[in-house]
């Protein structure tokens, strides 16, 4: 059975369509992390504070959720839970305030603590209350606080791990849900060498078995199901017709992504700064090199020192003072479904780096997307928006007025002249 296993997750690592191709090794998968925890981290201060309201929609544990579903495939579900289904009254965690105040507690502790003990503790204690409608999908969450700890859980995670266990856990109950995370751990520890320390890429696996993409090996040893099992794992699955559209979608995405990266870095090298080009795509293919091609290697030692250094590294483009290191302009680009991310990103590299005073941040998408990015603003957990010049920068403008700023343009105003201020509160 081992071996089998072996063979199917060294088989999944090679198929380009499997969910550790398109979102584990996606170099923007990573870029949420810190937004998240910092995110759970005002979900707790709102209900602390009894701000928190009686409703999902426009709470941050909304932002917090959308930006966790917006994860590609894996996370697709993630916000259903979350929903405030009135007839049923569930989760009860909006309108019961006890219930909403343990829900804190929960985030709270599994944020504040780094011990499998003190998390386990932490899920014992809420589920002990019974809360009606709050189950193992919180786990979502929670892996990306620990995410070498907590493994993500979803209808098809689950049905991938009874198939290739022959267990019998169930969706909704906490109990079954650690039973479940011990399971993993031990598979994951078993076939290490394959895996990765982050429990995303096993939850990955059982994601695509349960999904339908692979079949679990056969558990009884049946020499012929095993043959037939093997020549089904030889072929990779025909995508539906949905599937390739979407696939065609988030490769097109990607590379638009690319392209918009390229000319910021162009144009800010031509108006005289240093550019930063983020971590993971630096050497993503473009032009006739890299991303990377003339950017800073290294952080100023001024920013790499700051706690917030990490967001810094991770953001699209980020244009610097060449003397002094000082950031000018943060850009985040955003061709996917959502504008969650790109707000939520610079909003934390704002405040979570220092660089409040610095002179813009752009959030950079689509020239029909407008309209989008100023519904998004109006949500209350991106209030602080007002306070900072954060601007919105369309592809068509920048595309259009691009050779234009290179050789006449000076400082941000050109680039000030093609976007236009975001501010909470007014359309």
């Not at 589920?127 to 919180?138: M, R, T, Y």
């Not at 030889?234 to 065609?248: G, L, M, N, P, Y």
């Not at 209350?380 to 592809?395: D, Q, T, W």
């Amino acid at each position: 059975m081992n071996s089998q296993i072996s063979d199917l997750i060294a088989r999944w690592k090679d198929d380009p369509h499997s969910t550790y191709s398109t979102w584990f090794l996606w170099t923007e998968r990573l870029k949420n992390f810190r937004s998240i925890r910092r995110g759970i981290a005002e979900v707790v201060r709102d209900i602390e504070a009894g701000s928190f309201g009686n409703a999902y929609r426009g709470s941050s544990l909304e932002t917090v959720v959308a930006s966790v579903a917006e994860q590609r495939q894996i996370f697709k579900g993630a916000e259903h839970a979350f929903l405030w289904k009135p007839k049923l009254r569930i989760p009860d965690i909006y309108e019961h305030r006890e219930n909403q105040r343990a829900f804190a507690r929960l985030l709270h502790s599994c944020n504040c603590c780094d011990s499998v003990d003190g998390i386990i503790q932490a899920i014992n204690d809420i589920d002990a209350l019974n809360i009606k409608g709050l189950g193992p999908a919180v786990a979502n969450l929670l892996y990306f606080i620990h995410p070498t700890l907590v493994p993500p859980f979803n209808t098809a995670i689950v049905n991938g791990y009874n198939a290739l266990t022959g267990s019998k856990v169930k969706l909704g109950r906490w109990d079954h849900y650690l039973t479940m995370r011990q399971g993993i751990i031990a598979l994951n520890a078993e076939h290490r060498q394959l895996l990765s320390n982050d429990l995303g890429a096993v939850a990955g696996l059982l994601f695509d078995i349960g999904s339908g993409r692979y079949t679990a090996p056969p558990i009884d040893g049946n020499a012929e199901a095993e043959r037939i099992w093997r020549q089904d794992l030889a072929w990779v699955r025909e995508e539906t017709a949905a599937q390739q559209k979407a696939i065609a979608s988030a490769e097109g995405n990607d590379q638009t992504h690319t392209q918009v990266q390229g000319s910021l870095r162009d144009i800010g090298m031509a108006l005289g700064f240093s550019v930063w080009i983020a971590a993971n795509d630096r050497n993503r293919p473009h032009g006739n090199g890299v991303l990377g091609d003339g950017c800073l290697a290294m952080l100023p030692d001024g920013l790499a020192g700051q706690p917030g250094a990490d967001s810094i590294r991770l953001i699209d483009v980020v244009w610097l003072e060449p003397s002094s290191g000082k950031v000018v302009a943060a850009f985040e680009v955003e061709h996917t479904t959502s504008i969650y991310s790109g707000i939520v990103r610079l909003l934390d590299l704002a405040y979570g780096s220092g660089l409040d005073s610095c002179d813009a941040l752009f959030l950079v998408a689509p020239d029909g997307r407008e309209n989008d990015v100023r519904q998004q603003i109006q949500r209350p957990a991106f209030s602080k928006i007002g306070e900072l010049n954060f601007r919105y920068l369309p592809y068509g403008e920048l595309r259009n007025q691009q050779d234009a700023i290179i050789r006449f343009g000076s400082g941000l105003k050109p680039v000030f002249s093609i976007s236009k201020a975001l501010k909470n509160g007014s359309l």
